[in-house]
């Protein structure tokens, strides 16, 4: 979505939007989003002020997912919002500053501000990289792969981790030593 400011850089005061942006990202392996999917597009709102030439934008973007649960693989669904700020200028103003620091501005390039790739990147960067469907997921079983939220899988004890070995020699020689004194 491109928002024309021209107004506002013509001295206008305020300028309201609200508008939908599809979210296809979920689709691109090398996405932070890859296999989430969105129902619905995301939803932007806010505003930018312009006080004497300093211009300001608030906005607020939501959006639903459906996913699964990264120990357990049980669908889950729920809604992301996030609230952002940032000082907006014409691209000419920022000339001398260095391209690490343009990221805290919203850029204006000939009158319009395009607001796509921004909200792309701060959703992949402010969005969760895993879910759980609760807090004490037991996840599978990693030889029969039950849902060991479902209760136990009755397969036989797991073989400890060779590399434990070591730890646990030193744990039964401290238990020794305890019963000893």
């Known amino acids: 979505m491109k928002l024309d400011l021209r107004p506002l850089l013509a001295g206008e005061r305020f300028l309201a939007f609200d508008f939908e942006l599809p979210l296809t990202r979920s689709e691109d392996p090398t996405s932070f989003l890859y296999g989430v999917v969105f129902p619905s597009p995301m939803k932007v709102k806010g505003d930018i002020t312009n006080t004497a030439g300093y211009m300001r934008m608030k906005l607020t973007l939501s959006v639903d997912y459906k996913t699964a649960c990264a ?12 609230d952002l700020e940032k000082t907006v200028a014409p691209r000419n103003l920022l000339a001398d500053l260095p391209e690490e620091k343009l990221e805290d501005f ?6 319009f501000l395009d607001l796509d790739e921004p909200l792309y990147e701060q959703l992949e960067m402010e969005f969760p990289i895993r879910f759980l469907c609760r807090e004490d997921c037991k996840g599978l079983c990693p030889r ?38």
Not at 106 to 111: C, F, L, R, S
């Open 71 to 82: 120990r357990c693989l049980a669908p889950l669904s729920g809604s992301f919002s996030l």
């Open 106 to 111: 919203a850029i204006i390039e000939d009158g």
């Open 144 to 181: 029969c792969g039950k849902n060991l939220n479902d209760g136990p899988c009755g397969c036989p004890e797991k073989d400890p981790d060779p590399r434990l070995e070591p730890l646990r020699k030193i744990l039964e020689d401290m238990k020794k030593n305890n019963k000893e004194t």
